[in-house]
């Protein structure tokens, strides 16, 4: 591919320098590829500064005391609350204070040229990067462009929206104040992140889940167990429950939420956590034929399917797989493979599970959240696997009830966890679990669901005892009958 | 096979009723065997009273609260010492207080005879059961007799022994006393959980490693990071130090150690995690040409392979493969669909990793240390592999440097991974880490070896932003180069 005149010629370019984009830059880099990465905001994306880090960083804590606070013992030893400026200060720390030299380092540290300033498409192979002293820089790309600028808040369109000033991610990440009275709108995983993390920092929240619940893309009993659990912790669960309009007179003091059955809500501050859409509306998507504020459609090698000759990938969440940032590493470690073997001209193995394709993009997406409880899967739920026509079992299993190991990490242990077995292909297509402790045991079912581990198999694979993980013996057991 | 004159007359005779007994009664039950399960002590066993199970009761608050004050924002919320005597409460909870019942109506709940009392061998498939009585009752097996005693703690041969009146682990996970001054002698599983748990409970342990150092059968490097941590957490570690003579007149008061240097160590109580020796001195081996005292030898099937027609099987610590109650309960999970395919004349396949053989026994044995840093392994060590001429390469992981979810799970994370890849198989045959929040990370390895997940394959299995099983992310990328 031949590129046309312009400032500079790449071999690659990254449009939007997130961890997606750091990772594809770093893969394409490795194979000794030449890189440009364009950033207008800072170097790391929303992941580092206003989204996984930074509400992990908030989270671990909160769910630290709690679990101490689970057990007999342990329970005497913490006598206060979690200490708010510790915790703003741990997040501070993680989030760099908002300062991306570390990840400009970085990518020295690797060879990429960084761009600062407003990325898009110019025409098939060309990027017009406007920076930030007004110039613009023309870049084409020698054999891919690869578009992983992300996604931002989607607001539902109330009357009074602007004049409320709502927290998006953003704010409920970064904030240094504790509100006193929270409304979070939105029962997603951002919403229910968020609902831990401030009632534990001491304000009183309400979360309004609307009509599907909370974590309404998970098997049905994760959000009922999770409503139930924050009522007893003390944050005021509203089912079915929305606003229609909001109020803020001249967008300080409290804000008003109206509600769908004329009740009103008085809150200090007002999160939106209603949904995300694709940071695509601005990046020159017309140029090349596209839609822009469009979701950014992909193969299996990621490559951008309306655009002819495979040259625009894009990665993470814009090209809505899955709106999580390991997903998105992962589909920038293998497009990295592909742009780096069509650059080579070595052939492109897009069978599944193969080098080149995102294989578990479709079967094996695992998702934690870090809430508390904590919950978690990967693959499909058991309507999911319906839907798709499998012929499937499912299985269930109380944690409390059936597992040691559980009831010996928090007393009074309250847990579930279901198993999806493909009664065709023998193995598990989708496992799901929630309660204490579970937030680095879901990666046991995401080896085995993408790893195709036969159910008869599994049978060998023992678990220590007394561990949480004997989940797994319980569940077998289930299914064996 | 007939069975001789008797009592009573069984499909299946149990001897001994821990975890592992109580497996293969249920899963012989539940295939149609009538059982008779004969026990001399507590139903449950050592696991379930004076091991496994109360020490993990007992770190378990331990660790909690050690996590708690590892992270900025928690640790404010610590402000004490974890509480010995919640933790004893909690411990003798689940221990059920040293009393049976609930395991008994548990063998009742299956249909399995209890039987009270000493059982020996007495000829091929013959239990003679010495009662609390004094009575004799003798018992027939029509198809199968397993050996599920277990083993007790093995002592050198020291002077001064019997009067030091040493703990062994069934003190250590029963006293109601937090001894002052507490010396541990054995750098084991047993003597690194201990020293975790009663080094937080108040005592001053010092705990003498022995020429081995800790968890010797572990990759080398777990020893040497706990030994760090423990000397960092107050525990005064001697490598290479153990005791050569014990004095303490009269059996009460303070007991001292002489040490192999001539020094002396003064203490409160001496506890002796020195290894275990298998509890067949008298079960009557000898009567059906076996040495008592000896570890039971066994084929796939755990049958016991120096006796004919496979009416024998020993199952648990008894075989030696691993003295871990998983491991057992895998065992008798095994066996117990051996003995019942073989008293219904149905084939038994022994073929690797097939229904009727233990071969995660070879290959797959997982191991936590609930202590504080965790620990745990599955599968060979570097060493092991080598020295089963695999060839491999080993590739290594700083979980504190490298894994961002670890850091953000305790602040300072120091940890550390291994990976060990049989480079002709293209599988893991071995997975080591070591730090905190690891416990439930063994079993994604444990799935992986057992489940001979390719590592190409493992590539596509995705590890959640950010927890600590990104670990995997990071193994993978090192070994990839």
């Known amino acids: 591919m031949s590129a046309p005149a312009a400032d500079k010629a790449y071999d690659v370019i990254v449009i939007g320098v997130g961890p997606i984009g750091e990772t594809v830059a770093e893969r394409t880099r490795a194979a000794g590829l030449s890189v440009a990465a364009v950033e207008h905001e800072l170097v790391g994306g929303v992941c580092s500064y206003w989204a996984c880090i930074p509400s992990k960083a908030m989270l671990r804590p909160v769910v630290a005391a709690a679990d101490a606070r689970r057990v007999n013992g342990a329970r005497q030893a913490v006598t206060g609350p979690v200490d708010p400026q510790g915790v703003f200060a741990r997040r501070d720390y993680w989030a760099d204070d908002w300062k991306d030299d570390g990840q400009v380092d970085y990518l020295k540290s690797i060879g990429a040229d960084l761009i600062r300033g407003h990325g898009r498409l110019a025409g098939p192979c060309r990027v017009a990067v406007e920076t930030p002293d007004g110039q613009t820089i023309t870049l084409s790309a020698r054999h891919a462009v690869a578009v992983c600028t992300g996604s ?38 951002v919403g229910v992140e968020m609902a831990t993390a401030w009632n534990a920092l001491g304000s009183k929240v309400t979360l309004l889940a609307g009509g599907h619940g909370l974590l309404p893309r998970m098997e049905p009993f994760v959000g009922e167990m999770m409503a139930r659990a924050y009522a007893e912790a003390g944050i005021d669960v509203r089912m079915g429950a929305t606003a229609t309009s909001l109020r803020r007179p001249g967008g300080t003091g409290p804000v008003t939420l109206t509600m769908k059955d004329g009740s009103e809500l008085e809150a200090d501050e007002v999160l939106f956590a209603t949904g995300r859409k694709p940071l695509t509306d601005d990046i020159g998507l017309e140029t090349v034929g596209l839609e822009p504020g469009s979701w950014l459609e992909v193969d299996d090698s990621c490559a951008v399917k309306a655009v002819g000759e495979r040259w625009l990938y894009a990665l993470g969440d814009v090209n809505r797989h899955a709106l999580l940032t390991h997903q998105g590493k992962y589909q920038a470690r293998i497009a990295g493979a592909v742009i780096a ?14 080098p080149h394709a995102v294989t578990a993009d479709h079967w094996a997406v695992p998702q934690v959240f870090f809430s508390d409880p904590q919950a978690g899967a990967v693959g499909l739920t058991a309507e999911q696997a319906k839907k798709a026509g499998r012929r499937v079992r499912v299985v269930d299993v109380d944690m409390g009830e059936k597992v040691s190991g559980a009831g010996l990490y928090a007393d009074g242990y309250t847990g579930r966890a279901r198993m999806v077995v493909d009664e065709d292909g023998g193995c598990l297509i989708g496992v799901t679990m929630i309660g204490p402790g579970v937030e680095e045991l879901i990666h046991s079912a995401t080896v085995a669901v993408a790893g195709q581990v036969p159910v008869d198999r599994l049978w060998h694979v023992v678990p220590c005892f007394p561990s949480i993980s004997e989940v797994w013996l319980r569940l077998l057991e289930a299914y064996r009958g």
Chains 1, 2 share one sequence.
């Open 152 to 189: 931002r808040s989607n607001f539902p369109p109330l009357p009074g929206l602007d004049e409320a000033r709502p927290w998006t991610n953003r704010e409920a990440t970064s904030s240094r104040d504790v509100p006193g009275r929270l409304a979070i709108v939105g029962g997603g995983g």
């Open 341 to 354: 073997a069509r650059a080579a001209g070595q052939p492109v193995d897009t069978t599944p599970w193969g």
